[in-house]
Antibody, heavy 120, light 110 residues
Framework: EVHLVESGGGLVQPGGSLRLSCAAS????????MHWVRQAPGEGLEWVSG????????YYADSVKGRFTISRDNSKNTLYLQINSLRAEDTAVYYC?????????????WGQGTLVTVSS | QTVVTQEPSFSVSPGGTVTLTCGLS?????????PSWYQQTPGQAPRTLIY???TRSSGVPDRFSGSILGNKAALTITGAQADDESDYYC??????????FGTGTKVTVL
């Protein structure tokens, strides 16, 4: 069974940094493109970033480009999101999601999310 | 900046039918955007309902269906049930690894 478990969220001051992790199990992690999606309190879902199966190609929403860095360690079955220069508007639940097989463009499995709160 | 628009809210009676739409701020939605739909209840992770316009994800009841209506993607719930009361989001694939979520629709069943 596919499991995605996020961790690393917490309370951070504006301007601070955080690294989120997503531990994957139940599938061949190194064969799948992975993504981060966030949801601010009371707001909708926002695609943030994605990374190819091998890690060589990354994708970012314009709203986070330059501050967020996605990476993965296929030997550890773990996805990461490094967030720098945190702003109040980065406060959100951050979900990791698996993109399904190569032929399709959608997210088939989701983690339960980790909450990032940016506040002084 | 690409904006994907959905109706903010809909109300449907139990057993009734409701169609949610997903449109682009500029241009039309087509199958080449691979529209997908997700259901989310408060405090929960999204659940995948529909992908590639009209294919139901595993375990999704057949009262959920997807289509292209005019220049928008659409999600239809036929025979709505109480536990369909949720937020619904569409996602469009914009190419080059980029995805955009719709603004979301809150569906109330009453």
């Amino acid at each position: 069974e596919v499991h995605l478990v996020e961790s690393g969220g917490g309370l951070v001051q504006p301007g601070g940094s955080l690294r989120l992790s997503c531990a994957a199990s139940g599938f061949t992690f190194s064969s799948y493109t992975m993504h981060w999606v966030r949801q601010a309190p009371g707001e909708g879902l926002e695609w943030v970033s994605g990374i190819s199966a091998g890690g060589g190609t990354t994708y970012y929403a314009d709203s986070v480009k330059g501050r967020f860095t996605i990476s993965r360690d296929n030997s550890k079955n773990t996805l990461y999101l490094q967030i720098n220069s945190l702003r109040a508007e980065d406060t959100a639940v951050y979900y990791c999601a698996r993109r399904t097989t190569v032929a399709y463009f959608y997210f088939d499995y989701w983690g339960q999310g980790t909450l990032v709160t940016v506040s002084s | 900046q690409t904006v994907v628009t959905q109706e903010p809210s809909f109300s449907v009676s139990p057993g009734g039918t409701v169609t949610l739409t997903c449109g682009l701020s500029s241009g039309s939605v087509s199958t080449t955007s691979y529209p997908s739909w997700y259901q989310q209840t408060p405090g929960q992770a999204p659940r995948t309902l529909i992908y590639s316009t009209n294919t139901r994800s595993s375990g999704v009841p057949d009262r959920f269906s997807g289509s292209i209506l005019g220049n928008k993607a659409a999600l239809t719930i036929t025979g709505a049930q109480a536990d369909d009361e949720s937020d619904y989001y569409c996602v469009l694939y914009m190419g080059s690894g980029i995805y955009v979520f719709g603004t979301g629709t809150k569906v109330t069943v009453l």
